[in-house]
């Protein structure tokens, strides 16, 4: 089922250019081939994290995925601007969409990888 809206990925810094945002990124693109990525598409903004939020604030849906079973400060900022903008939100697990209700901040100090975690 393929579907033209806009569709921001978010995911992790740590799995920009690895096999796994590769293989994200493909399973994205085939049923959503309007997915915004932010490093292939975007790159690095010199407005810093505003420039990454107006986009998602622009976009129809939030795909994210996690990082060893977490998201850092830059996804959790992301998803938190879509929710207060109505926009659907999901996650991407083994090649699966699973609707969230929230994500919750987990490790304050660890902004990087274990900031928070989704509640599915």
């Given amino acids: 089922m393929k579907t033209h809206i806009r569709v921001y990925y978010s995911h992790s810094k740590r799995t920009y250019d ?4 590769k293989n994200e990124l ?5 049923n959503y081939p309007n997915t915004i ?14 420039a990454y939020l107006n ?9 994210f995925s996690e990082y060893l079973e977490y998201i850092g400060r830059g996804v959790y900022r992301e998803i938190k ?8 939100v999901m996650v991407l697990r083994n090649n699966r969409l699973m609707k969230i209700k929230d994500v919750v901040i987990e490790n304050e100090d660890d902004c990087v990888i274990r900031y928070a975690k989704v509640i599915v």
Wanted: include cysteine.
């Fill in 81 to 88: 601007k879509a929710m207060k903008n109505n926009i659907p």
């Fill in 18 to 21: 690895s096999e796994k945002e």
């Fill in 37 to 50: 990525c932010p490093n292939n598409n975007i790159g690095e903004c010199s407005h810093g994290m505003d």
């Fill in 26 to 30: 493909e399973f994205l693109k085939k």
């Fill in 55 to 63: 986009i998602v604030a622009w976009s129809e849906m939030v795909i």
